[in-house]
């Protein structure tokens, strides 16, 4: 191994965050799938849409948090400063808005129909 390719650290700091938001984009991206999976046999199978774009944005938060990982982790190496992305947490701030609206336009749906088939 390499230094650069060697953790920075023993504690493994940067690698645990890492982990941390992949688990969460890919449980955000698993919460999307299966509201797509409901709406798209409810009554209104256009609210699937929404489900679809939080998909997007969990793998948008998992290929940046990865990114920011192998900045932050050459950035150690290396001695230099680095700045903080704050696009992972845009991302993942947004597919949650996104889950909220589904959310609510589902409970608004069910309400409004009578019910779930």
């Given at each position: 191994m390499t230094s650069i390719e060697a953790p920075f650290d023993a504690g493994l700091q940067p690698e645990r965050t890492l982990l941390?938001?992949?688990?969460?984009?890919?449980?955000?991206?698993l919460?999307?799938?299966?509201?797509?999976?409901?709406?798209?046999?409810?009554?209104?199978?256009?609210?699937s849409s929404?489900?679809?774009?939080?998909?997007?944005f969990a793998a948008?938060?998992?290929?940046?948090?990865t990114k920011r990982y192998r900045r932050v982790h050459a950035a150690?190496?290396?001695g230099t400063p680095h700045g903080g992305a704050a696009l992972p947490l845009a991302g993942l701030a947004s597919a949650a808005l996104l889950i909220a609206v589904l959310g609510g336009i589902?409970?608004?749906?069910?309400?409004?129909?009578?019910?779930?088939?």
């Open positions: 941390a938001w992949r688990r969460t984009a890919l449980a955000l991206g919460g999307c799938a299966v509201a797509v999976r409901l709406t798209i046999t409810g009554p209104w199978p256009a609210m929404i489900g679809i774009v939080g998909i997007g948008a938060v998992y290929v940046g948090a150690l190496h290396s589902f409970v608004i749906g069910v309400a409004v129909t009578g019910g779930w088939r």
